[in-house]
T-cell receptor, first 112, second 113 residues
Framework: SQTIHQWPATLVQPVGSPLSLECTVE??????LYWYRQAAGRGLQLLFY??????ISSEVPQNLSASRPQDRQFILSSKKLLLSDSGFYLC???????????FGPGTRLTVL | EDQVTQSPEALRLQEGESSSLNCSYTVSGLRGLFWYRQDPGKGPEFLFTLYSAGEEKEKERLKATLTKKESFLHITAPKPEDSATYLC??????????????FGKGTLLTVNP
């Protein structure tokens, strides 16, 4: 069966510091991968999605970036965090040709 | 722009008291409507996908239905363990939006024993 991992689970970072969040999927090949952010009082917002290694599409312009160095690895990064980057970051995957997305456990990021 | 509105924002039920959650949507051609359950501090857990008006799906005490403008999540004889935030999302047809899910803000359900 498929499993999705995210780490770290929680993170507290100062404003202006860099960020790296990692997501890996097991038990499937060539998945579509997604990064969402869930902010307080708002719905989940799609940030990036990827249909293959090195292929990244951005939905929302911001100071975040994403990379997919391996088939089942998806990384969310920032060079300098802003206060507004605080939130719950969720990675998700779906099989090619299917619509349903399955979410990981999430990373709670607090920027102070 | 695709939009999803969920109501009520919060719902408190007694154990065994059936009710429904509403998800109203506007989308430029519906590819699918999704229901998820989210427990505090955790990622959303997939429940159902609905594709066309009139479609219904059931899982234990939950039943999801779909019309051309809204979806309902019916909860029959709920138990305290059904307490969670229920999220609704839509996916539009075609082009670059083919993968994007647009989510509502959710309904926080509390079931008291």
């Amino acid at each position: 069966s498929q499993t999705i991992h995210q780490w770290p689970a929680t993170l507290v970072q100062p404003v202006g510091s860099p960020l790296s969040l990692e997501c890996t999927v097991e038990g499937t090949s060539n998945p579509n991968l997604y990064w969402y952010r869930q902010a307080a009082g708002r719905g989940l917002q799609l940030l990036f999605y990827s249909v293959g290694i090195g292929q990244i599409s951005s939905e929302v312009p911001q100071n975040l970036s994403a990379s997919r160095p391996q088939d089942r690895q998806f990384i969310l990064s920032s060079k300098k965090l802003l206060l507004s980057d605080s939130g719950f970051y969720l990675c998700a995957w779906s099989n090619r040709g299917t619509d349903t997305q399955y979410f990981g456990p999430g990373t709670r990021l607090t920027v102070l | 722009e695709d939009q999803v509105t969920q109501s009520p924002e919060a719902l408190r039920l007694q154990e065994g008291e059936s009710s429904s959650l509403n998800c109203s949507y506007t989308v430029s051609g519906l590819r699918g409507l999704f229901w998820y359950r989210q427990d505090p501090g955790k990622g959303p857990e997939f429940l159902f996908t609905l594709y066309s008006a009139g479609e219904e799906k059931e899982k234990e005490r939950l039943k999801a239905t779909l019309t051309k403008k809204e979806s309902f999540l019916h909860i029959t004889a709920p138990k305290p363990e059904d307490s969670a935030t229920y999220l609704c999302a839509v996916q539009a047809r075609g082009g670059g939006s083919n993968y994007k899910l647009t989510f509502g803000k959710g309904t926080l359900l509390t079931v008291n024993p």
